[in-house]
T-cell receptor, first 114, second 115 residues
Framework: GDSVTQMEGPVTLSEEAFLTINCTYTATGYPSLFWYVQYPGEGLQLLLKATKADDKGSNKGFEATYRKETTSFHLEKGSVQVSDSAVYFCALTDRGGGRRALTFGSGTRLQVQP | DSGVTQTPKHLITATGQRVTLRCSPR?????VYWYQQSLDQGLQFLIQYYNGEERAKGNILERFSAQQFPDLHSELNLSSLELGDSALYFC??????????????FGPGTRLTVL
């Protein structure tokens, strides 16, 4: 079945540092890929998405590129802020229509220190 | 604010009991998804409804059931509760039954504690 593997956290960075959170996936079909963010005490929010190979999703300074050849969708940000502290989830969904729900990775907690 | 509401926010109950969690989707959304978030299992898909009909099932236990009503709100019923059912339960909604983007909007969750 489909699966998503994320780097384990927590990731602790100083403000303005560069962020990379690795995500790789296994899918039987041709999935759409997502990054969701969960702030403390809140539900998940869609951060960015990509639906085909070489697509780059971006939002709020975060970027991720859909790499079919390496089955990866790594999240990057050039300069993190304290307000970026949250848990980040990589996810996929099967575009073939057979499965409509999201398959999530285990989440990576980011802590940004001032 | 995603527009998805869930009640109650917290629920504390005892083993063997039954509880009902409620979800109201965003205005105009026809699909409702339920997810369970626990420390050991992570975020897992339970079940999806579209316009009142069940559309997909994930790792949902037989002790759990759900339904979507004509006004599109959904309820997740958990019965014969066990300690291991303690988790955060999320509801998400989306416009379509399935789509290339399949963007889902999540509610704030219901935290269930089984003592």
């Amino acid at each position: 079945g489909d699966s998503v593997t994320q780097m384990e956290g927590p990731v602790t960075l100083s403000e303005e540092a560069f962020l990379t959170i690795n995500c790789t996936y296994t899918a039987t079909g041709y999935p759409s890929l997502f990054w969701y963010v969960q702030y403390p005490g809140e539900g998940l929010q869609l951060l960015l998405k990509a639906t085909k190979a070489d697509d780059k999703g971006s939002n709020k300074g975060f970027e991720a590129t859909y790499r079919k050849e390496t089955t990866s969708f790594h999240l990057e940000k050039g300069s993190v802020q304290v307000s970026d502290s949250a848990v980040y989830f990589c996810a996929l969904t099967d575009r073939g229509g057979g499965r409509r729900a999201l398959t999530f990775g285990s989440g990576t907690r980011l802590q940004v220190q001032p | 604010d995603s527009g998805v509401t869930q009640t109650p926010k917290h629920l504390i109950t005892a083993t063997g009991q039954r509880v009902t969690l409620r979800c109201s989707p965003r205005s105009g959304d026809l699909s409702v998804y339920w997810y369970q978030q626990s420390l050991d299992q992570g975020l897992q898909f339970l079940i999806q409804y579209y316009n009142g009909e069940e559309r997909a099932k994930g790792n949902i236990l037989e002790r759990f059931s759900a339904q979507q009503f004509p006004d599109l709100h959904s309820e997740l019923n958990l019965s014969s509760l066990e300690l291991g059912d303690s988790a955060l339960y999320f509801c998400a909604s989306s416009v379509a039954e399935t789509s290339v983007y399949n963007e889902q909007f999540f509610g704030p969750g219901t935290r269930l504690t089984v003592l």
